[in-house]
Structure formats: C-alpha cells, structure tokens
C-alpha cells in the first residue's frame, strides 16, 4: 500500500482515518490476498479500488459506515421497505437473526434502478 499514489488511494486514506477498525480487519486484509492468490500488490490495488467503489457508490456521508441495514444501506433498505420491495418477516431463523424478504416482482425500476439493488 505504501508504494500506491496516494491520490489513487484517497478513499482508502480517508477510511484510514474514518473507520481504522474497519480498514484494519485481519479477516478482511486476508480475503483481498485470497482473492488474489496470495500476491499483495495486487491485492492492495484491489483493496483501494474496493474503497473507491464503496465512495463512489455510498457518497462521503455512507461509504465510511459499516455495511449493515443500520449503517450505509439504512435509507436504501428503508425506501425498499417502504415501497414493498422488502419485508421484514415477523419471526427470526435458529440464530435470532431477522428474515429478509425480497420481492423482485414489486421492483420499480425508476425508482429502484438495478444498480441500486
């Protein structure tokens, strides 16, 4: 990571300092060297990309919170939920967790382009 520009690595730097916990994750720094068969410049290459992308695609107001229904996708789901594309069931599986419904079939597409999913 040192010897990437940082101006290619903004978004990355910015996390540096927004989210550390997340940005140093031992489970999540050794997913992007799996992915890329154990070669760490690559994998740092893909590693800044991802943040890019998550910038790009959350905006500086979201891209730095956890990826949870309550952090950065907390007004897309609401709006999902809003508009019947997904139900919260009213029950929970084995392990407490809530069940998600997905409902492809009341999908407006302007509104909820594919993108957005």
């Known amino acids: 990571l040192d010897r990437i520009d940082p101006s290619i690595k903004a978004a990355y730097l910015q996390a540096c300092i927004q989210c550390p916990a997340e940005v140093q994750n031992r489970d999540r720094k050794a ?68 069940i998600v419904f997905y409902d492809p079939s009341k999908r407006n597409l302007q509104q909820f382009p594919l993108d957005r999913e």
């Open 31 to 98: 997913a992007f060297l799996e992915r890329e068969d154990l070669n760490a410049p690559r994998a740092a290459l893909r590693l800044v990309a991802y943040w890019q992308l998550r910038l790009n695609t959350f905006g500086p107001d979201r891209a730095f919170l956890p990826m949870t229904i309550d952090g950065a996708i907390r007004d897309d789901v609401a709006d999902m939920i809003q508009h019947c594309v997904i139900h919260v069931l009213p029950y929970t599986d084995t392990s407490g967790r809530a």
